[in-house]
């Protein structure tokens, strides 16, 4: 059964705190998302990869947050320095382009509370 | 840049009752159309998609969709709803060429009681 692994699930750390959160793709899917999501502001999207160059990162604030793959199976999404305003669930997704049908699927999330 | 939006912020219904969420989105280029289901605690998952064809779409758990292209709609539908259908519904577009990334509503809270 092929899913979107992310850890940690869950993470409490002080402000200024630096948090890396990781996400192992779909085997083979060559599309990975970020994604936000607070109860005021909903699904955002913070960064998007293709064939693990970066396409579209406009929703990350760029002064303290980072996104990577370092490789096809690995994704990263780093704070530094956390702030309590980042506090939010983090959805990965990863999906499979191949002409115009593709989907994304959706990781369980890293729950990060900033204190 | 599209947007997308669902004007049902929290619904609350019974058990048998029908519903309908309405979605919809403003960009004036081709789409494809999701309905992700988010249930408390738990990860987005796909309760169906529109690509191309038949503007009624069939998706999991007895839910289904209808593409108005002149409304810019996608509504989501299900003829009697359980209690175990209590969960937060978001609807999805994404422009079918170009940028691929999903842009979501902001969801719609259904609360089923028994």
């Known amino acids: 059964d092929a899913r979107v692994t992310q850890t940690p699930r869950h993470k409490v750390t002080e402000m200024g705190q630096e948090v890396t959160m990781r996400c192992q793709p779909i085997?083979?899917?060559?599309?990975v998302f970020w994604y936000r999501q607070t109860m005021m502001q909903g699904l955002e999207l913070l960064a998007y990869f293709r064939n693990r160059a970066p396409l579209d990162d406009s929703g990350m604030p760029k002064d303290r947050f980072s996104a990577e793959m370092p490789d096809a199976t690995l994704a990263t999404l780093k704070i530094q320095p956390s702030e309590p305003r980042d506090s939010a669930v983090y959805f990965c997704?990863?999906?499979?382009?191949?002409?115009?049908?593709?989907?994304?699927?959706f990781g369980q999330g890293t729950r990060l509370t900033v204190v | 840049a599209q947007s997308v939006s669902q004007h049902n912020h929290h619904v609350i219904l019974s058990e048998a009752a029908s519903l309908e969420l309405g979605c919809n989105y403003s960009?004036?280029?081709?789409?494809?159309l999701f309905w992700y289901v988010q249930y408390p605690g738990q990860h987005l998952q796909l309760l169906l998609k529109?690509?191309?064809?038949?503007?009624l779409v069939k998706g999991i758990k007895g839910f289904e969709a209808e593409f108005i292209k002149s409304k810019f709609s996608f509504n989501l539908r299900k003829p009697s709803v359980q209690w175990s259908d209590t969960a937060e519904y978001f609807c999805?577009?994404?422009?079918?060429?170009?940028?691929?990334?999903?842009?979501f509503g902001s969801g719609t809270r259904l609360q089923v009681q028994p």
């Open positions: 085997l083979g899917h060559n599309t």
């Open positions: 997704a990863s999906g499979l382009v191949v002409g115009h049908d593709t989907e994304a699927f």
């Open positions: 529109y690509f191309s064809g038949d503007p």
């Open positions: 960009y004036g280029g081709t789409v494809n």
């Open positions: 999805a577009v994404r422009r079918d060429t170009g940028r691929r990334a999903l842009t």
